[in-house]
């Protein structure tokens, strides 16, 4: 699904971010990336939803090489990537329904087909009854479920998410988790940055530990191996 062949990273005018990453993730993984601030882990996430490209070495997502892509391909790779922040990114001035289907429209998804599959990813999220909220009407989780929806709602292969349960308190960062844990059992590979000594200790996934732009670590049921 995923695979970096000796990836390094170096933005203009710093030293490198990643210094020759080699990983490879397979469609049913779900993959929490640790490390402390500044190791790289947000650099390596974005560089696989190819908003930053790679100073050096080749990255295939679904197949496809990220950097021998044609203009044309790109945003048939880019909506088979969700992506998921610690601060929500929601269209403040939209409601929740619009966000959502939002989505769907920048991929000229057909309109009949739009307010059926929004309406089924808003029920996955528990937030019918919120489709005509505005972000600012909801809380926290609630906002998250929202990008979790506008995320999943083109069906896409790989959910990115930076830091997802960073700003929330540990109930509803449980249930954040078990949305995604949902949404991988469902057949979408997860890779998420987290902080969160109790979720990744807990969960038991696989867990990558990238520190000062390397691998450090990368365990199959692995613990997430700093002080909380
Ligand atoms: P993490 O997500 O683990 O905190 P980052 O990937 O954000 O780490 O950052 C890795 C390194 O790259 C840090 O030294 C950071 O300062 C640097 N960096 C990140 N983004 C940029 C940028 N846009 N321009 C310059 N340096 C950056
Ligand atoms: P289908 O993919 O044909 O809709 P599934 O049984 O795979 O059928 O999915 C049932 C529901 O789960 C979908 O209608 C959708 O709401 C949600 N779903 C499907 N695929 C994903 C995915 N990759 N990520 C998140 N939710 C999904």
């Not at 030293?15 to 779900?30: Q, Y």
Request: glycine share 8%; proline share 5%; net charge positive.
């Amino acid at each position: 699904m995923i695979e970096m062949h000796d990836v390094w990273k170096t933005y203009p005018d710093g030293s490198p971010a990643l210094k020759g990453i080699n990983v490879k993730v397979d469609r049913t993984e779900f993959l929490y990336v640790v490390g402390p601030s500044g190791a790289g882990k947000s650099t390596f996430m974005k560089l696989i939803y190819r908003e930053e490209r790679p100073t050096k070495g080749s990255i295939f997502v679904n197949g496809f090489n990220l950097e021998k892509l044609k203009q044309r391909k790109i945003p048939f790779v880019r909506r088979n990537i969700g992506v998921i922040f610690q601060d929500y990114r929601l269209l403040p001035k939209l409601t929740v329904y619009e966000n959502v289907a939002f989505a769907m429209e920048v991929i000229e998804a057909p309109k009949k087909f739009i307010m059926k599959r929004v309406q089924e990813v808003l029920d996955l999220v528990k937030l019918s009854d919120k489709g005509g909220s505005l972000p600012t009407q909801l809380s926290g989780g609630e906002q998250q479920r929202v990008a979790i929806a506008r995320a999943i709602v083109n069906n896409p292969a790989v959910i990115i998410a930076d830091e997802p349960t960073g700003n929330l308190d540990p109930d509803t960062s449980w249930e954040i988790m078990k949305l995604l844990e949902e949404i991988n059992f469902r057949g979408a590979t997860i890779i998420m940055a987290t902080h969160n000594k109790e979720i990744v200790n807990t969960m038991r996934k696989r867990v990558l530990a990238i520190e000062q732009g390397e691998i450090a670590r990368d365990e199959v049921r692995g613990e997430y191996g700093y002080e909380g």
